[in-house]
């Protein structure tokens, strides 16, 4: 996997240039969902949704042979507060969201969740509210109900893949008492954001340690620890390169059975685009990562993948992507549960754009040693997901689904 990632990297240095990747999609559960930057011809406010619903299910392996269906609702308000209430350098952003709650993985037996919409729990909640205010022309403060996925652990070429270990990764997903604060569980955080130069960025947030608790500062810090995080941005070779390390405050149950602090872990992430040409735009991506193996189930992460764009005649914004990622068990947890040295999963997926408003996305994924249990067989997931996107405030520009106003 290393040398895979290595090659990756190495490999845009022997291409022609083939121009800088776009910025990360702001959600990477919702892949149509629109960056949602206001801008001059969006107007001062923003107001769109985008339904996502899925068909999945085991097809052989797992625990057991099934078909389900998950959804995801967004709703997402922004508000330039500098033209609705005369607050200069300031953007207010809501964000609801709803799951039918229904499991794939309780078919799958997996740990790292074969669909990045699986919440677990029917539920119609409050996902995000913040504020971020600028602070001259390099650097902003954002402050309220925060998912850390949406600026750290984020990349674009990896948004392509439903397999939720793409989205952020293992070692920092599986770690919390109810999570971090992702996808579909947040809490409150204050985050900070430097970018000295084009390309450059320091970002760092501390954020309330339980996820989803109603607390507020400082009681929330005081009774459920916080969680730092802190992540380098550079460019590398027409792409970029993410550094990042995380860590939190309070203790937790180790597998011994002790309470120990030291729950924390580091990061290093990148893509870039591979070649361009007739037969399409070729980008590729890779992570590594690590946790405290007495803390935590995986104590080491590692992914790669690719993605291949406009491949067919006509089809500009087709997507091809075939990617893999490994969460390897901790030692301890091995000699505790009995368990295997790694879950490993495989995932081919093709997503095609219908209309500015609606896309398909049939999806493959092979699921080796799911939940490193020796009891539970391989498993053969099959699935086939469909977006739409609608706009209801704000003009929809060149990459947004639908405007109805």
């Known amino acids: ?93 809501v964000y609801g969201l709803y799951n039918n709650g229904t499991s794939v993985s309780d078919l799958a037996g997996d740990a790292q969740a074969a669909s990045n919409i699986e919440t677990g729990d029917r539920a119609l909640r409050l996902y995000e509210a913040w504020i971020d205010q600028k602070l001259g022309s390099h650097a902003s403060v ?118 120990e602090r030291g729950n924390g872990g580091v990061y290093l992430r990148g893509e870039a685009p591979i070649a361009s040409g007739p037969a399409g735009t070729l980008a590729g991506f890779f992570r590594l990562g690590t946790a405290n193996g007495r803390l935590n189930m995986f104590d080491r992460f590692a992914s790669a993948g690719m993605k291949l764009t406009g491949w067919l005649d006509g089809r500009d914004e087709d997507e091809l992507g075939l990617a893999v990622a490994t969460a390897f068990t901790a030692r301890d947890y091995r000699l505790a549960q009995g368990s295997g040295k790694a879950e490993t999963a495989i995932e081919l997926t093709y997503r095609a754009p219908i209309a500015p408003w609606l896309s398909v996305q049939p999806n493959v994924q092979y699921v080796r040693n799911p939940s490193a249990d020796p009891t539970i067989a391989d498993a053969l997931v099959l699935g086939l997901r469909f977006e739409t996107s609608f706009r209801l405030i704000g003009s929809t520009g060149e990459t947004a689904g639908q405007s109805l106003l």
């Open 142 to 259: 954002k402050v309220g109900r925060y998912d850390l996925n949406s600026e750290f652990d984020a990349l674009e070429t990896s948004g392509l893949f439903l397999g939720s270990a793409h989205g952020i990764g293992t070692d920092i997903s599986q770690t919390g008492l109810s999570g971090p604060s992702i996808f579909p569980k947040t809490s409150l955080a204050a985050r900070l954001e430097v970018r000295p130069a084009d390309g450059w960025a320091v970002r760092a947030a501390i954020l309330d340690g339980v996820a989803n608790r109603i607390d507020f500062p400082p009681s929330a810090l005081r009774k459920d620890g916080a969680l730092l995080i802190g992540e380098a941005e550079l460019p590398v070779l027409g792409g970029r390169m993410l550094i990042g390390h995380w860590h939190y405050t309070a203790r937790f149950d180790a597998h011994d059975g002790r309470r």
């Open 1 to 93: 996997m290393t040398m895979l990632a290595a090659a990756l990297l190495a490999s845009t240095a022997a291409v022609a240039a083939t121009g800088d990747l776009p910025q990360p999609t702001r959600h990477a559960h919702s892949y149509t969902h629109a960056e949602g930057e206001i801008d001059e011809v969006q107007g001062p406010i923003l107001l769109e949704t985008t339904y996502t619903g899925e068909v999945i299910g085991v097809a052989a392996g797992g625990v057991r042979r099934g078909t389900r269906y998950l959804d995801n609702l967004d709703i997402v308000l922004e508000a330039d507060l500098v033209a609705v209430a005369g607050w200069r350098g300031a953007m207010l952003h």
